[in-house]
């Protein structure tokens, strides 16, 4: 079942073959995390058109690990791709650091 756990999970054949080698992998970025769920909404919406596509790729918000809890209201809230990217790109700001306009706030939900 790799493959099922490797779509939530993509890193992990990273650490699988750093274990093998001895050595420890250094745990996702939340930028990688943000990129990988920008391609798995992009790809949905590409199959299945921009309602269903955004609606079905929400199955995959555990890819986003640590940021999944701060945006899954405001990316349950969006229906258009656009305004899913819009929000993934406001946590992945958040996560690098805050900024004066947007501290603390991610599409109106605090964080």
């Given at each position: 079942m790799?493959g099922?756990?490797a779509?939530?999970?993509a890193?992990?054949?990273?650490?699988?073959?750093?274990r093998l080698?001895?050595?420890?992998?250094?745990?996702?970025?939340?930028?990688?995390?943000?990129?990988?769920?920008?391609?798995?909404?992009?790809?949905?919406?590409?199959?299945r058109?921009a309602?269903?596509?955004?609606?079905?790729a929400?199955?995959?918000?555990?890819?986003?690990?640590?940021?999944?809890?701060?945006?899954r209201?405001?990316?349950?809230?969006?229906?258009?791709?656009a305004?899913?990217?819009?929000v993934?790109?406001?946590?992945?700001?958040?996560?690098?650091g805050?900024?004066p306009?947007?501290?603390?706030?991610v599409?109106?939900?605090?964080?």
């Amino acid at each position: 079942m790799i493959g099922r756990g490797a779509i939530d999970h993509a890193w992990m054949c990273r650490e699988a073959r750093a274990r093998l080698g001895g050595q420890t992998a250094a745990a996702p970025t939340d930028d990688e995390r943000v990129a990988m769920y920008r391609a798995i909404v992009t790809a949905q919406v590409a199959q299945r058109g921009a309602r269903i596509g955004v609606a079905v790729a929400r199955r995959h918000l555990g890819v986003l690990g640590p940021l999944a809890p701060r945006v899954r209201a405001p990316l349950f809230a969006e229906t258009t791709l656009a305004g899913t990217l819009a929000v993934l790109e406001r946590a992945a700001a958040l996560a690098r650091g805050p900024s004066p306009r947007a501290a603390g706030h991610v599409d109106g939900a605090s964080v």
